[in-house]
């Protein structure tokens, strides 16, 4: 475990963490069971809580971190003045921690490296300072956008005011018009679209850095640590996809697939058909099978050492059994990778039909394997 000299504790950073923990964790149920809420309080806090998210996917992570796309002004407005209200910092600072995890993933430059820790990937490396601070050499790019350089100025009061101030005078003004106590309104403001949204939207961008680098599949590399959840996919507005975002990080989409939730995906596309963003970035699907392809074969080719190493008189035949299937997928890989290669144009339906022959390689390998006795 990676152990942090007390000294470097950044009190700023850790006093809000925590304290807005426990005001959500022991205010908010306080007055819930004192004053309920109204479906007005709730719609505040769902609005809140999707723009906030929406403005740190969308934006910080995949307009200003990755320029996945390139947005108009109401949309960059948007975004930085939302994903100020979640309190994760300036976009500028963001996107450079950020740009720095992908370059460095799970080796010590990486400012939320899993490899010390989850905690520390999850909240750790916020609570305490680096020594010396990693310079922000690589957001230059950003530095030339007066709108970023706004935000980053103002970030704090930005926040305060967008993020706890109005909903605050939003559930006074509500109260008062509905001949309710303000102040009670006032406050499930600042506690319910104030306090508690933040704390949820920070956490669930937290779980990216740590539990999509510890649980969940690994269908386009094993190289590195990230990982697919279709459960943190849903808590964070498509994030949850990390395998495939570690692998092609410049893609607007981190759900590749049709069934796979991503609503920001979703978002940038309808954004585009209304002329406010363009020039989406997306990897060709020959690409993308082709990764899938390559990690299948390792993994087929991992299973057949395994069944090498096995001492049964059995082993020989389901060795050789394994091998003739991973020599077929082997083939179709090699076809395709020279067809990227050479910038062959490949139809869909060759695609779909590689895809499937890959799927049914690994079922049918993983079957024998599995049934295999240890």
Known sequence: MYRIPFDRVNWITSSFLIGTALIALIGLPIYLL???IDWFQFGMFFFYLVATMMSITVGYHRLFSHLSFKAKLPVRLFTLVFGACAFENACLDWASDHRRHHKHVDHDEDPYDISKGFMWAHIGWLMFKLNPEPPMDNVNDLRKDKLVMWQYNYVHWIGLVVGLIIPSVLGYGWNFFNGMDPWTGALGGFLIAGVARIVVAQHCTFFI??????VGRQPYSSS????????MAFLTFGEGYHNYHHEFQHDYRNGV???QWDPSKWTIWTLS????????????DSRILLAEMRE??????????????????????VSDAVHE????LTANYHELEKAVADRVSVSRETL???QNETRRTMREIRRMVSAFPA
């Open 34 to 36: 004192k004053f309920g």
């Open 209 to 214: 850095n740590s539990l999509c680098h510890t």
């Open 224 to 231: 590195h640590s990230a990982r697919d959840s279709a459960v």
């Open 257 to 259: 697939k049709p069934w």
């Open 273 to 284: 058909k209304l002329g406010l963003v363009e020039g989406l970035r997306r990897v060709p």
């Open 296 to 317: 299948a074969r390792l993994r087929a080719e991992q299973h057949l050492t395994e069944l090498r190493g096995h001492g049964h008189s059995s082993a020989q035949r």
């Open 325 to 328: 299937m991973v020599e077929r």
């Open 352 to 354: 779909q039909e590689w």
